[in-house]
């Protein structure tokens, strides 16, 4: 027979974990409105953004550079069929947060995970969940970005410069970026994004995935076009501030893809939470009313 004092501590030990669950999940939704917020504000800045590109796009063509730098680097590389590749690996903070980032390595290990293709590839991870994993399993790791919750494109910087002196090294044949793109709520997709070279599938990818098509941005009018110092260092730079706006929206849209998740898994544990402690109560009933019994049948039984 089981021990109603064991039960009943069972039960109080539940209820106080429930208490911290329902906290990290009102944590979790408070930070992801703050996020959504985020990302909202910078949904504006690229409609402006995208003003710009849409009154130089038959003045300047901002691929033709990135185009060029592409083909000879790939002539420097024919000795290596693989061409070296840059990851981007935008994990997340801390952990409880469903199987995000499992479905993000699995993502990533599908395409990179062979021994010979691992050791033509770089990462650069940005928060530390799931560094010392891939430290532990000889991924080659140059570089990490460890930020707060709430951060500004600004926090970015020391990835924004590898990339830049990277570009300018012509280190890597490609650049991508993998991180988990915000759908809902509910649904988060593990999604890898083609950084460099920034072909105009590449871009027109991007507009795809934040659900603007740039026919339908109002160009400016052509009185106001000033491009300094010249069209070509003006595509230079373009390309440049275009790949971290992709980045910075990329991470935004994961930091968001956590918060959700974890509000998401956390909500699970609280509701499985009330079924162990419906199941425990029933048990405590159950055995508190078969000890009345045995002890009522144990009176009965000496007073026979």
């Known amino acids: 027979m089981a021990n109603t004092k064991l039960i009943k501590t069972k039960i109080k030990s539940i209820n106080n974990l429930q208490k911290i669950i329902k906290a990290l999940e009102i944590v979790s939704t408070v930070k992801l409105q703050k996020v959504k917020q985020q990302t909202t504000n910078f949904g504006n800045f690229i409609n402006h953004f995208l003003w710009v590109l849409n009154t130089i796009k038959d003045k300047v063509d901002i691929f033709d550079e990135q185009n060029k730098l592409n083909e000879t680097i790939i002539k420097e590389q024919t000795e290596n069929i693989f061409g ?136 400016l009018p052509h009185d106001q076009l000033i491009l300094e110092p010249s069209p070509k260092e003006f595509a230079k730079s373009l390309i440049e501030k275009i790949v971290q706006n992709i980045v910075y929206y990329a991470v935004l849209n994961n930091k968001a893809s956590e918060q959700a998740s974890r509000m998401i898994a956390m909500k699970s544990a609280k509701d499985n939470c009330w079924e162990i402690v419906d199941w425990l109560q029933i048990l405590y009933n159950k055995t508190r009313q078969q000890r009345i019994t045995q002890e009522i049948s144990e009176i009965v039984s000496g007073s026979l």
């Not at 924004?160 to 890597?172: C, E």
């Open 84 to 219: 070296r590749r840059l990851i981007i690996l935008v994990t997340t903070d801390k952990g409880l947060c469903g199987s995000m980032n499992s479905k993000l390595i699995r993502h990533l290990n599908e395409k990179y995970g062979q021994e010979w293709v691992k050791e033509n590839v770089d990462l650069f991870i940005i928060w530390k969940k799931w560094l010392d994993f891939f430290v532990w399993a000889w991924w080659n790791v140059v570089g990490t970005v460890h930020i707060k919750d709430t951060f500004t494109e600004s926090d970015l910087n020391s990835l924004f410069v590898f990339i830049k002196q990277s570009l300018k090294d012509q280190k890597y044949a490609k650049i991508k970026i993998y991180f988990n793109y915000f759908k809902n709520i509910i649904t988060q997709v593990p999604l890898r994004f083609k950084l460099y070279p920034l072909d105009q599938e590449s871009f027109d990818s991007f507009l795809e995935w934040i659900d603007i098509s740039l026919n339908n941005v109002a160009p």
